[in-house]
């Protein structure tokens, strides 16, 4: 019976193949793991829900809003005035001419999912009796209630200009909060 030693064979295409893929010492290595790591829990604690985060749990969550205008700065001025009410302007679709489509892909693409669509003055009343339709389905689709306000010319004469942001504030309480 023979029995046959193992052979090493040491030549320098076999050493590399044992040598670590990364020349780092233990501490770097650990280093590194611990930023990765860090990192993680960031991005871990970006997707956790802003409003989460922002409001303890005694306090309303935020609304969001989608604003059909033409004006963005009128958007801008409302979203300015709702937000510290509990209501964010998430989305301002600028639809010249309108179109229902894209209305009901804005809407289904927001988060979190409009509750209410404010339709600035550049619209007809016809084209509000068309968002107003295309948000009952996406409410009754996605179980949930909500609201189609029209800024008129009616209303925007009445109330003037500077007022429309205090307006739809108080249509947005009076149909989502019930105030």
């Known amino acids: 019976m023979t029995v046959t030693k193992p052979c090493f064979v040491s030549?320098?295409?076999?050493?590399?193949?044992?040598?670590?893929?990364?020349?780092?010492?233990?501490?770097?290595?650990?280093?590194?793991?611990?930023?990765?790591?860090t990192a993680c829990l960031c991005w871990l604690l970006i997707i956790v829900s802003v409003e989460t985060i922002s409001y303890?749990?005694?306090?309303?969550?935020?609304?969001?809003?989608?604003?059909?205008?033409?004006?963005?700065?009128?958007?801008?001025?409302?979203?300015?005035?709702?937000?510290?009410?509990?209501?964010?302007?998430?989305?301002v679709l600028e639809s010249d001419p309108f179109s229902a489509k894209d209305l009901a892909l804005a809407l289904k693409v927001l988060e979190p999912r409009p509750q209410a669509v404010v339709v600035g003055r550049g619209y007809s009343e016809e084209e509000a009796d068309q968002v107003r339709r295309v948000f009952v389905e996406y409410a009754h689709d996605v179980g949930i209630t909500g609201t189609v306000i029209k800024i008129s010319d009616e209303v925007f004469e009445r109330v003037g200009k500077e007022d429309i942001p205090s307006w739809v504030l108080e249509q947005l309480q009076k149909h989502l909060r019930g105030d």
Do not use: E, Y
């Open 56 to 91: 303890p749990s005694n306090m309303a969550k935020t609304i969001s809003v989608l604003s059909l205008s033409q004006n963005r700065m009128a958007a801008r001025s409302i979203h300015d005035h709702i937000q510290p009410h509990g209501f964010v302007i998430s989305g």
């Open 11 to 37: 030549t320098p295409q076999v050493a590399q193949i044992h040598r670590p893929l990364c020349p780092l010492s233990t501490a770097q290595t650990k280093l590194i793991l611990t930023i990765f790591a």
